[in-house]
């Protein structure tokens, strides 16, 4: 019986993504079973050696590590570079892996992981945390639903009930693929799954300063710490800001600490049309009870926890203190 949450992640590593998987590979309240990589923040190649860097940093080379979709279902690619760095992990010169991801293709990786939990007991079930575009995670869904017994929940970064940030409507994960997104919504609905939206609307809340990040480097050049900081201050530079947020590591510390964000169960669906709105998630806020009689338009079948407030020094501090190795029984 495990004590610690299973956990496993899906990235587009990412500069943000790096400070998740800092997160969810040093915790030890957090069991990372594998780390699945797709197209999104930079190539798909570009995703894979970021993310086998991070995980060796963190002395973590025994999680299996799968490459996934290098595009969108439909759409053609395209890479936020400009946010994340020429090499998508902001340009820092770290150490590269001398590994290459597993064998297993991404699907395949969670198909298993997910159906050897589902064999297991209660306390096996893994808690998916997408922080990248859905392709990954739709394609699963569609080919082996059955692995879904193997599922606790989902908890994505991704969409917003009020803000945009790749267009004024849509979030950059879901903009990337909003058919991959719909189709996982669709498929939680069908399977029973819950599902956690980390959006836009809680995403920027917690956030470390170009202070504590410079601090972080002078006080450890080399290890997590030292990855750290560097990916905190490279955010505040590229920004010309005085703090940065931690981004998709606010969905693992939500994994970690429920109590610090503010949820609303609430019908969303995802905007496959539209001018200036494809890719929006539509979080249905109407003042109702929800009997379809009323409103011939009715609701989304997905329920899902969104995410509306965030205590953000509460989830800074906690992923400060784990990085700098502070929280108690810190494995490394
Ligand atoms: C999301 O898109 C990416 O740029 C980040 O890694 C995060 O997952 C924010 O919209
Ligand atoms: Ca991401």
Redesign the pocket.
């Known amino acids: 019986m495990s004590v610690r949450t299973p956990i496993v992640l899906d990235v587009?590593t990412?500069v943000?993504?790096a400070c998740a998987l800092l997160l969810a590979a040093l915790h030890p309240s957090l069991d990372l079973r594998a780390v699945t990589c797709v197209g999104?923040?930079a190539p798909l190649p570009d995703v894979v050696r970021n993310t086998l860097s991070v995980l060796d940093t963190c002395g973590r080379q025994g999680v299996p590590v799968g490459a996934g979709a290098a595009r969108p279902l439909l759409e053609a690619p395209v890479d936020?570079r400009h946010?994340?760095g020429d090499d998508g992990m902001g340009d820092l010169d770290w150490p590269r892996s001398n590994r290459g991801p597993g064998s297993r293709q991404a699907v395949e990786l969670l198909r298993d992981v997910l159906l050897e939990a589902a064999a297991g007991s209660e306390e096996d079930r893994i808690t998916l945390v997408p922080?990248?575009p859905m392709t990954n995670i739709a394609l699963l869904l569609r080919t082996y639903p059955e692995a879904a017994r193997g599922l606790e929940r989902i908890v994505f970064?991704g969409g917003a009930a009020h803000l945009g940030?790749?267009t004024a409507s849509a979030?950059?994960?879901v903009f990337h693929d909003p058919e991959a997104a719909a189709i996982t919504l669709d498929a939680c609905a069908d399977l029973g799954i819950e599902v956690v939206m980390y959006g836009?609307d809680v995403?920027y809340g917690p956030r470390v300063s170009l202070a504590e990040a410079r601090d972080l480097v002078a006080a450890h050049d080399t290890g997590p710490a030292g990855l750290a900081g560097r990916l905190m201050a490279f955010q505040c530079e590229r920004f010309g800001a005085d703090s940065a947020t931690l981004?998709?590591a606010g969905a693992v510390c939500a994994v970690l600490d429920p109590d610090g964000l503010t949820t609303e169960r609430l019908p969303v669906r995802v905007e496959l049309a539209g001018t200036w709105s494809r890719g929006r998630t539509i979080v249905d806020r109407r003042d109702w009870d929800g009997n379809l009689a009323h409103d011939p338009h009715g609701q989304a079948p997905a329920l899902i926890d969104v995410a509306l407030e965030v205590d953000g020094p509460r989830y800074a501090r906690l992923w400060l203190e784990t990085v700098t190795g502070k929280v108690a029984g810190f494995p490394g």
């Open positions: 587009d990412g943000d993504d999104g923040n936020a946010v994340h922080l990248a970064m940030n790749a979030e950059f994960n836009l995403f981004g998709d």
